[in-house]
Nanobody, 117 residues
């Protein structure tokens, strides 16, 4: 059974930083595209960043230059370093694993990030 657990959310002032982590239990991590999504109240879920098994990364335009996604295949974990946070970054951040060449995917429960001015 695959389980994803996020951590690292919290309250921060604009311009501040947070580092989110997502730990995956199970054996699919090294074969999965890992992604961070976010969902603000009343808005659709938005893809924030992805990292492939080889380490390639991709970002939403709204976070380029501020957020960095990284993965640790040895520890089955993925991180999202968020710098220069803005109030519009406020959302629940969710981790997702998508096994390549498979329909299998799994979501974490999410962690709240609040940037308040």
């Amino acid at each position: 059974q695959v389980q994803l657990v996020e951590s690292g959310g919290g309250l921060v002032l604009p311009g501040g930083s947070l580092r989110l982590s997502c730990a995956l239990s199970g054996s699919i991590f090294s074969d999965s595209v890992m992604a961070w999504y976010r969902q603000a109240p009343g808005k659709q879920r938005e893809l924030v960043a992805t990292t492939t098994p080889s380490g390639s990364t991709n970002y939403a335009d709204s976070v380029k230059g501020r957020f960095t996604i990284s993965r640790d295949n040895a520890k089955n974990s993925v991180h999202l370093q968020m710098n220069n946070l803005k109030p519009e970054d406020t959302a629940v951040y969710l981790c997702k694993a998508n096994k390549v060449r498979s329909n299998f995917m799994s979501w974490g429960q999410g962690t709240q990030v609040t940037v308040y001015s």
